[in-house]
């Protein structure tokens, strides 16, 4: 005769088949997810470059529209052009050359956040994009690149002639204000602007001497190069710059200079 398991016994089998169903799919929902977690990442990244490549058009524009680079945004300035006390386009005084902010409003960029501020992918307010622009005077002309004609006045040999405008390097090893170090650290020494995104960890404050806190450091020099999940010092900032002679042939084809 056919023994019959009780009920409980069948409950008890009942509920470890069940938690071994659970088991399994929550070791599949973690493995989907993490592949899901690196394509929204790479997304945000390609979306957080076109951004930087769109921000780059439209200063073009604006210098060719206007014969000069716009200066930065200020923290306060609510996404337009920040002067310094007294300053304007004519003179090109700029308040922040060298850690202000995208001035996307001025230039008709869109979205803009609250503050009328654009930001990257990641979309906190620690993510609105950065901007810098050479102050140096060119062939006595101070303020040359955003000057109204500045870049005319000092006339494009003399810009080209130029020793350095802004430089960005490999790395922050060796790096100051006043260049890259090493020559097989520097990338370029005459760019002309730089437009920065602080990555996923845009609202972070960088450790002293990371690669991350020469972007923010406000005296000209930057770094760019791959990302990387390093513990002591990560990096995830994209970096955007267009050299000096870019801008004059955009400025020679909308007729501002010689």
Not at 128 to 135: D, F, K, L, P, Q
Not at 159 to 181: K, M
Not at 184 to 198: E, G, M, P
């Amino acid at each position: 005769m056919r023994s019959r398991r009780s009920p409980d016994r069948a409950a008890g089998h009942t509920l470890v088949e069940l938690a071994l169903v659970l088991l399994v799919i929550a070791i599949l929902a973690l493995a989907t997810a993490l592949p899901l977690a690196a394509q929204v990442e790479m997304r945000r990244v390609d979306e957080t470059r076109r951004l930087l490549d769109e921000a780059r058009d439209a200063i073009l524009a604006f210098a060719a529209m206007h014969g000069r680079l716009p200066c930065p945004a200020s923290a306060a300035s609510h996404g337009d052009e920040s002067f310094d006390a007294g300053g304007s386009g004519s003179d090109g005084r700029c308040a922040h050359f060298l850690d202000g902010f995208l001035p996307a409003a001025a230039l008709g960029l869109s979205p803009l956040d609250p503050e009328g501020f654009a930001r990257d992918a990641w979309q906190t307010p620690g993510n609105r994009i950065r901007y810098a622009v050479s102050g140096d005077p060119v062939n006595g002309v101070a303020q040359a690149l955003t000057r109204t004609n500045g870049m005319q006045a000092a006339g494009l040999a003399a810009l080209g002639a130029q020793s350095h405008y802004l430089f960005v390097c490999a790395s922050a090893a060796g790096a100051t204000g006043s260049g890259c170090g090493p020559s097989t650290n520097q990338l370029t020494r005459r760019a002309a602007f730089v437009l920065l995104s602080t990555g996923a960890n845009g609202a972070n404050v960088p450790s002293a001497g990371s690669d991350e806190a020469r972007n923010l450091s406000g005296d000209g020099t930057f770094v760019a190069h791959e990302a990387s999940t390093d513990a002591t010092h990560p990096f995830d900032d994209l970096v955007t710059w267009v050299p000096v002679h870019l801008v004059a042939h955009r400025l020679l084809t909308a007729g501002r200079l010689p």
